[in-house]
Nanobody
Framework: QVQLVESGGGLVQTGGSLRLSCAASGRTFRSYTVGWFRQAPGKEREFVAAISWSGGNYYADSVKGRFTISRDNAKNTVYLQMNSLKPEDTAVYYC?????????????????WGQGTQVTVSS
């Protein structure tokens, strides 16, 4: 069982930056692939980025070049550094985890979810 807690959301102006954190419980966290998803009001949840247990990463086209996903297994934490933020990045951001998997981008493929953190980008 893994519990995930996101933090780092907030209000930022267009062009600004935020770093989201996803802190996980459990001693086997290094075995998990972790993904970030987001959901804007009235829209479906969408994939943002993922990092595999082996360190590989993958990004949605909409954030490629602006967002960076990383992990610190010693701290059981995955980060999402978000730069050059745009109003269309406004959403609730969720982290999710699945054990012993290569990178997956569909939400139903993840077993564990955090409660989400709000990111609002003002124009």
């Amino acid at each position: 069982q893994v519990q995930l807690v996101e933090s780092g959301g907030g209000l930022v102006q267009t062009g600004g930056s935020l770093r989201l954190s996803c802190a996980a419980s459990g001693r086997t966290f290094r075995s998990y692939t972790v993904g970030w998803f987001r959901q804007a009001p009235g829209k479906e949840r969408e994939f943002v980025a993922a990092i595999s247990w082996s360190g590989g990463n993958y990004y949605a086209d909409s954030v490629k070049g602006r967002f960076t996903i990383s992990r610190d297994n010693a701290k059981n934490t995955v980060y999402l550094q978000m730069n050059s933020l745009k109003p269309e990045d406004t959403a609730v951001y969720y982290c999710a985890a699945v054990r012993n998997s290569e990178i997956v981008t569909m939400s139903h493929e993840y077993d564990y979810w955090g409660q989400g953190t709000q990111v609002t980008v003002s124009s």
